[in-house]
């Protein structure tokens, strides 16, 4: 069945970059929504970006530091995260599950928002301090 596992965590110092990797078994990535969340100490989760058949949708707080990208070959998708900010720490999931071809934006923005996957990674810490 569907698996997912996030690794590329670290402490790193404000202004830096991170890269998140989320390999993927059982499924191809092609037709999968593949999404990144976040969790800080004391907070909820909350999702981070996600990407499905070309589409991304990133929270405002990420958007123009945070990328996604895929390699079709390692079936992994990435999370480049640049200009870090203290604001950034939090332990990150990795989450995926099929989505139909046809889905529109609205649909992934839902899902990220909602959180709304059935296969989760263990998560990976990401620190950002000096």
């Known amino acids: 069945h569907l698996q997912v596992a996030e690794s590329g965590g670290g402490l790193v110092q404000p202004g830096g970059s991170l890269r998140l990797s989320c390999r993927v078994s059982?499924?191809?990535?092609?037709?999968?929504?593949i999404g990144w969340f976040r969790q800080a100490p004391g907070k909820e989760r909350e999702g981070v970006s996600c990407?499905?058949?070309?589409?991304?949708y990133y929270r405002d707080s990420v958007s123009g530091r945070f990328t996604i990208s895929r390699d079709r070959e390692k079936n992994t998708m990435y999370l480049q995260m640049n200009y870090l900010k203290p604001d950034d720490t939090g332990v990150y999931y990795c989450?995926?599950?099929?989505?139909?071809?046809?889905?529109?934006?609205?649909?992934?923005?839902?899902?990220?928002?909602?959180?709304?996957?059935?296969?989760w990674g263990q998560g990976t810490q990401v620190t950002v301090s000096s």
């Open positions: 989450a995926a599950e099929p989505m139909p071809s046809d889905s529109d934006y609205e649909a992934l923005e839902s899902k990220c928002i909602s959180s709304d996957f059935r296969s």
């Open positions: 059982e499924v191809r990535i092609e037709y999968l929504a």
């Open positions: 990407g499905s058949h070309g589409m991304e």
